[in-house]
């Protein structure tokens, strides 16, 4: 395990705060860095999709995708973003490289660099990855995952699909239920949200409750029905079914009834809004037919995922240029 960011470096993200180099964390986003991407992201976006016409604003930029854990939303809609900036990418995938062979992270970092490439595109397993690697790179390094610690473009497009629904952030109820032990969105959303002024509460079982200190002080709700009363927002984590197996929650029965939205949830509480990072276990954390109904932002936060990413890279490289 890569130890945590030090306080330092924050410190010294904060400090070039002004000119962002790499997203490496929520943390290193002022309020005002994060109501700019939104403000940027919101003019990519129509009420239904994605202004038709792309940006070119990125013509030249190469990027590499290092996607070293698998991903559909995250990386497609990377890909997606530097397609629409006129920017181009290509997929550096583990399975069949020379990682196989045993060769390091940072001689697989270094061999990308020397292609000339202009960012990096990283999503890993491992905590402290990605500030470990723009410690040595010279190119732009931008945090798609890391371990369990930090999703910073995830929390930005709930965070912009939530202003677009609501018209604001400010004083909006959100409770995140489900799997907050193991989950860097709980992590990058919390900080996040609470910084643009969102209530946050949650909903889990004790096997799956974080311990850190960033939730130490917030409400917990016992049930969702009981969560639903008060939230405007229910953002669902996904529950792998091998917890359950694993007896490291109730049993399938058990969690759904305490905190699955199912159809007849969501149609008593048509007025909460319902949202989840992907990928959705159907059947666990909510029916089939919440996907399908009018409070569901699940696939309008995906679109938002384009326009946030694409805000994201043209904050970085127009400070940079
Ligand atoms: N939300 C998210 O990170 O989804 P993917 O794993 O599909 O990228």
Not at 32 to 53: C, K, R, Y
Not at 101 to 115: N, S
Not at 128 to 143: L, P
Not at 183 to 189: D, I, K
Request: aromatic letters at 6%.
């Amino acid at each position: 395990m890569i130890a945590r960011q030090s306080a330092g470096f924050f410190f010294a993200l904060f400090l070039q705060s002004m000119s962002m180099r790499h997203l490496l964390s929520s943390q290193q986003l002022s309020v005002e860095n994060i109501t700019e991407i939104l403000d940027m992201a919101s003019t990519f976006l129509t009420p239904t999709g994605l202004q038709p016409t792309a940006q070119r604003a990125l013509v030249d930029k190469r990027f590499v995708l290092a996607f070293f854990e698998p991903s559909t939303r995250t990386r497609l809609s990377f890909e997606t973003a530097i397609d629409r900036l006129g920017a181009s990418s290509v997929v550096f995938s583990q399975a069949g490289s020379s990682v196989e062979k045993g060769e390091t992270l940072q001689e697989t970092i270094h061999t990308i660099e020397a292609m000339g490439f202009d960012g990096i595109i990283i999503r890993h397993a491992d905590n402290g990855v990605h500030e470990q690697v723009a410690s040595y790179t010279k190119m732009s390094v931008i945090n798609a995952g890391e371990g369990s610690t930090a999703h910073p473009t995830q929390a930005l497009l709930d965070a912009s699909t939530i202003r677009e629904q609501f018209g604001r952030i400010r004083g909006i109820n959100v409770v995140i239920t489900g799997d907050l032990l193991h989950s860097r969105v709980a992590r990058s959303n919390a900080d996040v949200l609470s910084r643009m002024g969102a209530n946050i509460a949650y909903c889990a079982p004790d096997q799956l409750c974080p311990h850190d200190a960033q939730f130490a002080q917030l409400r917990r709700f016992d049930n969702v029905r009981d969560a639903m009363q008060w939230a405007d927002v229910v953002y669902l984590l996904r529950i792998q079914r091998e917890r359950i197996s694993a007896d490291i929650v109730p049993s399938l029965d058990e969690y759904r009834k305490k905190y699955a939205i199912t159809r007849e949830l969501a149609l008593d509480q048509p007025h909460v809004m319902i949202m989840h990072p992907g990928p959705v276990n159907v059947g666990v954390e909510l029916d089939e037919e919440v996907l399908l109904a009018k409070q569901c932002l699940i696939h309008r936060q995906v679109t938002h995922g384009v326009a946030v990413r694409m805000a994201i890279l043209e904050k970085i490289f127009s400070d940079n240029d």
